[in-house]
């Protein structure tokens, strides 16, 4: 049986402000990727996140961000190499406590917003945060853009050793390159979870998403993510997961894939 993984950002809320349900969310989803305090979550989230992912068997991951928690990590940053390499070693480690409290064994990193986007393009960036990775625990796995636009971040990570999983996105539209479109572009963001549903079923059975201009791109794909500030985010997950094992595709944890 194909399997693939379902993964979710989770872990978004902040002191009195909470964003994204994640306790119906985790339910659906096989990998949770968790805010590490700087775009969102705090001491108490994380702690209570980790614990809501054990419960339900779900893999965790460090999702780790630009110091940004004003623009919730979506806004670039002037940062040196050295500079995002210490501080995805931070912000890893902070998760990495919380899971060793709690007897989870950490199963990945990944990066968040446009610090996951500057690594697509940029080969300082994706090495600092690859180096981060392997310095902390070189067993953990290192997600990547699926397709031809994560090539840079494939080669990084595997050149330093790590196993790099490739990651696509059915709530999010494409551009013809293989790039996310801009959240400013309408569209960027589906909400639909029907449509969401049949854009994972093609990414995880054919290999393929169809871009924002019709464009049909190649893809190879090892985990899908859903965004937890999705408003629609838990009738996704519900949804792609019904689509996927309808079909004959298990969902199962980044490690297990």
Known sequence: MRTIDLNCDMGESFGAYKLGRDEDAIKYISSANIACGWH????????????????????????PSYPDLMGFGR???????EEIRHYVVYQIGALQSFCKVNNVKMQHVKPHGNLY???????????AVAEAIVSVDPNLMYVALAGAKGALMTKVGEKLG???LYEAFPDRAYTADGTLASR??????ITDPNKVAERAL???KEGKVVAIDGTV?????????VHGDNPSAVDLVKTIRGLLESEGIAVKPMGQV
């Open 40 to 63: 969102a979550g705090d001491a108490l989230v994380m702690n209570r996140t980790v614990k809501l992912a054990a419960e339900h068997g779900v893999g965790v991951g460090a999702h």
């Open 75 to 81: 806004r670039n940053m002037d940062c040196s190499g």
């Open 202 to 204: 093609m990414m995880a």
């Open 217 to 225: 791109v190649d893809l190879e794909v090892q985990t899908l993510c």
């Open 184 to 189: 400013r572009v309408p569209g960027a963001v």
């Open 117 to 127: 986007l500057t690594a697509v393009e940029n080969e300082t960036v994706a090495t």
């Open 162 to 164: 790590l196993k790099v």
